[in-house]
């Protein structure tokens, strides 16, 4: 299986920036891709950016593009969020995750999640 940490999360003012970082171990080699997502109370889990693992292609949500950027690094089994312009719709819990499936928005195409880390933007 993959084990997956997250870290960096905290409390920023709106407009302020955070770097998340998503630390992977265990069975890597079957991976496809690297995501991140994000629960906010009361509301169900959803698609922030994901990474190709093997040739590093990025997507993104239309509500993060353009202010956030994910990035790998596959010698170090890393994967990064830099989150810029925060703004306080932007306060969940955020968390990585690992995919064998090449459906990249969908929480439920995921076989492992990290824990999460809680990010709060105030206004």
């Known amino acids: 299986q993959v084990q997956l940490v997250e870290s960096g999360g905290g409390l920023v003012q709106a407009g302020g920036s955070l770097r998340l970082s998503c630390a992977a171990s265990?069975?890597?080699?079957?991976?496809?891709?690297m995501g991140w997502f994000r629960q906010a109370p009361g509301k169900e889990r959803e698609f922030v950016a994901v990474?190709?693992?093997?040739?590093?292609?990025?997507y993104y949500a239309d509500s993060v593009k353009g202010r956030f950027t994910i990035s790998r690094d596959n010698a170090k089994n890393t994967v990064d969020l830099q989150m810029n312009s925060l703004k306080p719709e932007d306060t969940a819990v955020y968390y990585c995750a690992s995919t064998r499936s090449a459906i990249l928005r969908e929480p439920k195409t995921y076989n492992y999640w990290g824990q999460g880390t809680q990010v709060t933007v105030s206004s």
């Open positions: 265990g069975r890597i080699f079957s991976t496809y891709a």
């Open positions: 990474v190709r693992w093997s040739g590093g292609n990025t």
